[in-house]
């Protein structure tokens, strides 16, 4: 039973491109939600998706944005990248209970450095 | 002031000896995680806890709910358990989920 699968493992962008990091969710989970974890630091928040919405934001600005899909995988896109943009992102996954998410599953990480 | 404290926020002991990772939270939650990240940043999901104490093999978690602290325990360390330990709190929303919020993490080093 795969776990949560992210892609790429690394990435190298210039300040100011786009770039597209993609999340597949554990088996029978169907919220995806992401996390930055900039060096040194703990991961956090940017948003959360359950059924190919929005549901939760953090304290990211609008250049991050995200999508999920009907298979729940999802996708997180950063628009005019900063130096500051570079961080591990981290994609979790969990299955909605009463309305509440529980049981985290989270992936490797695609670690984003941007030059 | 961070709503989630961890502490110590770095640890190294010698093998063999008993590990306390603490955390603080100043929000009401609905549940507490512990996580370990190991170098190269794949986090795996230790337990999650909202009252009492939950054990899997040497690790033993706790959590007072009316004091907002909880504990990460580790008896008989070994060098494997060298890694990163985070807490999480699920926030309370009253009406849905929301996401984590992180400590800075406990950096745990175990000399053989």
């Known amino acids: 039973d795969a776990g949560v699968t992210q892609s790429p493992t690394h990435l190298i962008k210039t300040r100011g491109q786009q770039v597209t990091l993609r999340c597949s969710p554990k088996?029978?989970?169907?919220?995806v939600s992401w996390y930055q974890q900039a060096l040194g630091q703990g991961p956090q928040f940017i948003f959360q998706?359950?059924?190919?919405?929005?549901?939760q934001r953090g304290n990211f600005p609008d250049r991050f944005s995200g999508h999920q899909f009907p298979n729940y995988s999802s996708e997180l896109n950063v628009n005019a990248l900063l130096l500051g943009d570079s961080a591990l992102y981290l994609c979790?996954?969990?299955?909605?209970?009463?309305?509440?998410?529980?049981?985290?599953?989270f992936g490797s990480g695609t670690r984003l450095t941007v030059v | 002031k961070n709503e989630v404290e961890q502490s110590p926020q770095n640890l190294t002991a010698q093998e063999g000896e008993f590990i306390t990772i603490n955390c603080s939270y100043s929000?009401?939650?609905?549940?507490l995680h512990w996580l370990q990240q190991h170098p190269g940043g794949g986090i795996v999901s230790l337990f999650m806890?909202?009252?009492g104490k939950k054990k899997h093999g040497r690790l033993i978690a706790t959590i007072n709910i009316q004091e907002k602290h909880s504990s990460l325990h580790i008896t008989a360390s070994h060098p494997r358990d060298s890694a990163v330990y985070i807490c999480?709190?699920?926030?309370?929303?009253?009406?849905?989920?929301?996401?984590?919020?992180f400590g800075k993490g406990t950096h745990l080093i175990i000399q053989p």
């Open positions: 979790a996954s969990s299955p909605v209970v009463s309305g509440l998410n529980y049981g985290y599953t």
């Open positions: 999480a709190v699920h926030l309370y929303s009253g009406g849905g989920a929301d996401g984590l919020t």
């Open positions: 998706y359950y059924e190919e919405e929005e549901r």
């Open positions: 929000v009401g939650i609905s549940a």
């Open positions: 806890l909202s009252s």
């Open positions: 088996s029978g989970h169907d919220t």
